[in-house]
C-alpha cells in the first residue's frame, strides 16, 4: 500500500503523563516503555514463553504436532528456542518502528507482559515478506537464520504463516483508513501482545492494550490486529477492550505455498477510538 500517514502520532507527549498517572494508581502492577534494543534479552524470553508454552493457536500450527505442548520437557524447550527467534524479529522491529510496553511486578520487578507496537505512520514496518531496508536493518541486528530445531517443517510453517499475516494485515491497514472516510490516517499495530504464562488471567494484558488504546484515542485512529482461535477473539472482542471483526476469515489452504498441512485460520480485529476520551483530551 502506498498510504501515508497524514499526521505522526502524538504519543511521545502522550505516552509519559498517561504511564505516570497510571503507575501512580496501580499497586501492584507498573507500566514501562522499553527504549534499549540491549533490553532484548530480558523482554524476548517473555515473549517466546508465552507463545510457545501455551496452547495459542498461530504457534501451535506452525511448530506441528511432533512437537506439541507438553509430550516432555525437552519439546517444550526446543518450542521455546524456535520460538524464540521470531520474537527478537518483532521486538527489534517494534523498538526501531514503534513502541514497547512492559508490566512489571512492582516488587519482584520481573516483566508480567509485553505488547510490541508499531506507529501509525510505520505499519509498513510488519512486512517482513521483502527486502526493503526495515527488513535488511533487521537482519543485520539477527545475525543468524531461524534455527532448525523444529525442522525444515516447521520454519516452512512459519512461512506460510507470515504470508498468511501479510495479507491480513494488508486488508485490515485499508479498511481502517476507509472507515476513516478515506482519510490517510492509519491505525495502531498491535504486533505481539505476550504474557508470562505465570501472569496469565491477572489483567496485566488488557492494561498495556489500554495504554495503546490511550494514545490511539487521543489521534483519533484504530487499532488493528490479527488473531486466531475464538477464545483469542472472545478476549478482544469483549466490551472492555472494544474489538470488532474487520474483513473475512483468511485460511493457509488459500496460501500458495502451503502443503498438506492441517489449517490454521484467523482473523484481522480493529478497536475503534472512543471519540469522548478523544474530545476529553482536546480539552
Same mark, same amino acid.
Given at each position: 500500500m502506498g498510504l501515508s500517514c497524514s499526521k505522526p502520532s502524538?504519543?511521545?507527549?502522550?505516552?509519559?503523563?498517561?504511564?505516570?498517572?497510571?503507575?501512580?494508581?496501580?499497586?501492584?502492577?507498573?507500566?514501562?516503555?522499553?527504549?534499549?534494543?540491549?533490553?532484548?534479552?530480558?523482554?524476548?524470553?517473555?515473549?517466546?514463553?508465552?507463545?510457545?508454552?501455551?496452547?495459542?493457536?498461530?504457534?501451535?500450527?506452525?511448530?506441528?504436532?511432533?512437537?506439541?505442548?507438553?509430550?516432555?520437557?525437552?519439546?517444550?524447550?526446543?518450542?521455546?528456542?524456535?520460538?524464540?527467534?521470531?520474537?527478537?524479529?518483532?521486538?527489534?522491529?517494534?523498538?526501531?518502528?514503534?513502541?514497547?510496553?512492559?508490566?512489571?511486578?512492582?516488587?519482584?520487578?520481573?516483566?508480567? $507482559?509485553?505488547?510490541?507496537? *508499531? &506507529?501509525?505512520?510505520? #505499519?509498513?514496518? %510488519? @512486512? !517482513?515478506?521483502?527486502?526493503?531496508?526495515?527488513?535488511?536493518?533487521?537482519?543485520?541486528?539477527?545475525?543468524?537464520?531461524?534455527?532448525?530445531?523444529?525442522?525444515?517443517?516447521?520454519?516452512?510453517?512459519?512461512?506460510?504463516?507470515?504470508?498468511?499475516?501479510?495479507?491480513?494485515?494488508?486488508?485490515?491497514?485499508?479498511?481502517?483508513?476507509?472507515?476513516?472516510?478515506?482519510?490517510?490516517?492509519?491505525?495502531?499495530?498491535?504486533?505481539?501482545?505476550?504474557?508470562?504464562?505465570?501472569?496469565?488471567?491477572? $489483567?496485566?494484558?488488557?492494561? *498495556? &492494550?489500554?495504554?495503546? #488504546?490511550?494514545? %490511539? @484515542? !487521543?489521534?483519533?485512529?484504530?487499532?488493528?490486529?490479527?488473531?486466531?482461535?475464538?477464545?483469542?477473539?472472545?478476549?478482544?472482542?469483549?466490551?472492555?477492550?472494544?474489538?470488532?471483526?474487520?474483513?473475512?476469515?483468511?485460511?493457509?489452504?488459500?496460501?500458495?505455498?502451503?502443503?498438506?498441512?492441517?489449517?490454521?485460520?484467523?482473523?484481522?480485529?480493529?478497536?475503534?477510538?472512543?471519540?469522548?476520551?478523544?474530545?476529553?483530551?482536546?480539552?
Amino acid at each position: 500500500m502506498g498510504l501515508s500517514c497524514s499526521k505522526p502520532s502524538s504519543y511521545p507527549e502522550t505516552l509519559p503523563a498517561y504511564l505516570e498517572k497510571l503507575n501512580d494508581k496501580s499497586s501492584t502492577v507498573v507500566i514501562e516503555r522499553i527504549l534499549s534494543e540491549s533490553d532484548v534479552e530480558i523482554v524476548v524470553p517473555v515473549m517466546a514463553q508465552s507463545f510457545a508454552l501455551s496452547p495459542e493457536s498461530f504457534n501451535d500450527w506452525a511448530i506441528g504436532p511432533d512437537f506439541a505442548l507438553g509430550t516432555s520437557d525437552d519439546n517444550d524447550e526446543k518450542r521455546v528456542h524456535f520460538v524464540e527467534w521470531y520474537m527478537r524479529w518483532v521486538f527489534y522491529t517494534c523498538i526501531y518502528y514503534g513502541v514497547i510496553l512492559v508490566a512489571k511486578d512492582k516488587t519482584t520487578g520481573s516483566i508480567l $507482559g509485553v505488547v510490541n507496537t *508499531l &506507529l501509525p505512520e510505520n #505499519h509498513y514496518a %510488519a @512486512d !517482513h515478506t521483502s527486502f526493503r531496508f526495515h527488513n535488511i536493518k533487521i537482519m543485520m541486528k539477527m545475525k543468524s537464520s531461524p534455527p532448525e530445531i523444529l525442522g525444515k517443517e516447521a520454519l516452512h510453517r512459519m512461512e506460510v504463516m507470515g504470508e498468511m499475516m501479510h495479507r491480513m494485515h494488508e486488508g485490515a491497514v485499508a479498511a481502517s483508513c476507509g472507515s476513516n472516510g478515506g482519510k490517510e490516517q492509519q491505525p495502531w499495530y498491535i504486533y505481539v501482545l505476550a504474557t508470562s504464562p505465570k501472569a496469565q488471567g491477572t $489483567g496485566c494484558g488488557t492494561m *498495556l &492494550l489500554q495504554a495503546i #488504546h490511550h494514545l %490511539a @484515542d !487521543h489521534d483519533k485512529v484504530d487499532t488493528i490486529l490479527e488473531t486466531s482461535g475464538e477464545a483469542n477473539i472472545g478476549f478482544y472482542c469483549r466490551p472492555k477492550l472494544g474489538y470488532t471483526k474487520v474483513g473475512p476469515e483468511f485460511s493457509s489452504a488459500d496460501e500458495s505455498n502451503t502443503t498438506d498441512y492441517s489449517v490454521i485460520t484467523a482473523q484481522s480485529l480493529v478497536r475503534h477510538p472512543i471519540i469522548a476520551v478523544a474530545a476529553e483530551n482536546e480539552n
